[in-house]
């Protein structure tokens, strides 16, 4: 049994982590540039970038298209685990997008809930909209390759969607049919209980969107409706008794909290102009 001893089947659909390369690039910073020497040896420059980083064997620069998660966004995703944990949330199945933020994702939500029977399927299929790949679709690390560094990978499952089925020039009606497609694909697979999955800030509406009876959106409402999307948002479907799926509410609170830049003590040792005193004042 799922979500409050309720057997209705509920699909959760949660986006990743904070990232390196927003973080870090946003602020001027090239990170790859500064975390890795000439030899590929990475020494994070700042508290947020991860401590260790997993090897690679399509080599570190791969980095650069496929970014892990800050520390940060490994937090965000164990409280979420936490949350569904608390919030009496059995998660059945997880699937999650190929992309390394969205797999450590996936991997610090299952550390949070403590569930510690649960693998991940890894689904190609549910990678973001490729018409942001401007250099094409990124190298990924293997299902055997995040097992081998102690990931709770199900490496005997077979992906619905292969790297060579990607159309490059998808518009968004296709990839909204492509999300459609594929959760149907998913939930044909398990006829009850609650499945989780972990992907990017729009497949929180691709992939509930036409389930739930909708259209594709147009692109003003599809970017409206990603910008409002933030690091671990959780969307929710549930199965109603005529098989019929409506949108439901989150399951669990919403995860808030300000940012945080980065400090240049070196502005300690400026010399600030002498602030006069007006007349009259003591």
Not at 137 to 153: A, F, H, T, V
Not at 262 to 274: C, D
Request: aromatic share 10%; with cysteine; proline share 6%.
């Amino acid at each position: 049994m799922s979500h409050n001893g309720d057997n209705s089947r509920r699909l959760l659909v949660i986006r990743h982590g904070e990232r390196c390369d927003f973080t870090f690039n946003q602020q001027g910073i090239n990170w790859m540039k500064r975390a890795f020497d000439a030899s590929g040896r990475y020494r994070p420059f700042d508290l947020n970038l991860p401590r260790n980083i997993p090897r690679r064997k399509d080599g570190y620069e791969k980095f650069a298209g496929d970014s892990p998660l800050t520390e940060m966004g490994y937090l965000q995703s164990k409280l979420t685990g936490r949350a569904l944990r608390d919030h009496n949330v059995k998660v059945d199945y997880i699937y999650c997008s190929s992309a390394l933020r969205c797999v450590q994702t996936a991997v610090g939500i299952v550390k949070g809930m403590d569930g510690r029977s649960l693998q991940l399927n890894i689904e190609p299929g549910l990678f973001e909209w490729t018409q942001w790949c401007r250099n094409g679709i990124p190298s990924w690390m293997r299902p055997d390759e995040l097992e081998n560094i102690g990931y709770p990978i199900n490496t005997s499952y077979t992906p619905f969607m292969r790297l060579e089925d990607f159309k490059l020039k998808e518009s968004l009606d296709e990839y909204y049919d492509r999300s459609y497609a594929l959760i149907r694909k998913i939930l044909k697979r398990h006829s009850q209980g609650t499945v989780l999955i972990v992907a990017h800030a729009a497949s929180l509406d691709t992939i509930t969107r036409q389930l739930c009876g909708g259209l594709p959106r147009n692109q003003d409402d599809f970017f409206y409706c990603i910008q409002q999307t933030p690091y671990l948002a959780c969307s929710q479907a549930v199965e109603q008794p005529n098989k019929l799926w409506r949108i439901a509410s989150s399951p669990i609170p919403p995860l808030t909290h300000a940012s945080n830049t980065s400090y240049n003590s070196k502005i300690l040792a400026m010399n600030y102009p002498q602030m006069g005193c007006d007349k009259g004042e003591s």
